[in-house]
């Protein structure tokens, strides 16, 4: 399963093109995947979105902790 969280209408296509075909196999072959695009953070994402960030890896654990 991959959840995509899509900003600006990007497409699962859109999003390979961004990405490196290692890294874009490696995404589509892993059974619990969640892609974040922020179009305004630049490399050091957890510094330029630092709320964002914090709230996107709280609910990812969050869900796997109900999971169990």
């Known amino acids: ?4 969280a899509r ?3 990007k497409s699962l ?3 390979r ?4 075909p290692t890294y874009y196999q490696h995404m589509l072959a892993s059974q619990d ?5 922020v ?3 630049g490399h050091f994402v957890q510094h ?11 609910s990812w654990l969050d869900v796997r902790r109900t999971e169990k």
């Open 39 to 41: 179009p305004t953070a």
């Open 48 to 58: 330029d979105a630092a709320d964002l960030v914090d709230k996107t890896i709280r």
């Open 7 to 9: 900003q600006q209408g």
């Open 33 to 37: 995947t969640t892609l974040l695009m």
């Open 1 to 4: 399963q991959i959840e995509t």
């Open 17 to 20: 093109k961004l990405m490196s």
């Open 13 to 15: 296509e859109d999003l």
